[in-house]
């Protein structure tokens, strides 16, 4: 058996983009900091992202049937902040206006991201505590000239 931390550990190893995964529910926006999101194919264009089933703005997705996943810039660490937990700010408040607008779904998109991958969500699949969201591509956006904002070993590099 591998041991829990011990897998976070080696996880953490490889370097990911930081991305917030957004949506619009009934209860306005919500969005978490995703560090599983990655593409499945490009014909047709297709996005998974990993969703803690105990995340809040699961419900979202799913009510909406869409999500969008942003891939922060060099710079946006208190966006990481705000969706990681660590700020007292909690659920739409988050979503602060000027800093984030919509594309093709409704789901909200942070101006200024490196990139931004708007999906319509096609179906989820549940494995143990995770629930695997699986979205075609509507529209694309972000900075051409942004940096990445970049997860490895524990913290982002600079």
């Not at 049937?65 to 660590?86: C, M, Q, R, T």
Request: hydrophobic share 45%; charged share 15%.
């Amino acid at each position: 058996d591998i041991d829990i931390g011990a897998f976070w550990q080696a996880i953490g190893k490889r370097a990911v983009a930081a991305t917030v995964v957004s949506a619009c529910g009934s209860a306005g926006p919500a969005g978490f900091l995703g560090l599983s999101a990655t593409h499945v194919c490009a014909n047709p264009p297709t996005m998974l992202v990993s969703i803690d089933a105990r995340t809040s703005a699961l419900r979202a997705i799913q009510e909406s049937e869409h999500f969008a996943i942003n891939y922060l810039p060099l710079g946006a660490n208190e966006v990481v902040d705000l969706f990681s937990g660590k700020a007292d700010v909690k659920g739409p408040d988050r979503f602060e206006t000027g800093k984030w607008g919509v594309l093709a779904t409704g789901a909200p998109v942070f101006q200024g991201a490196v990139g931004v991958m708007d999906c319509r969500l096609q179906e989820t699949l549940e494995r143990h505590d995770t629930i695997i969201a699986l979205g075609t591509v509507a529209a694309i956006g972000g900075d051409p000239d942004a940096k990445p904002l970049v997860y490895f070993g524990g913290g982002y590099l600079n």
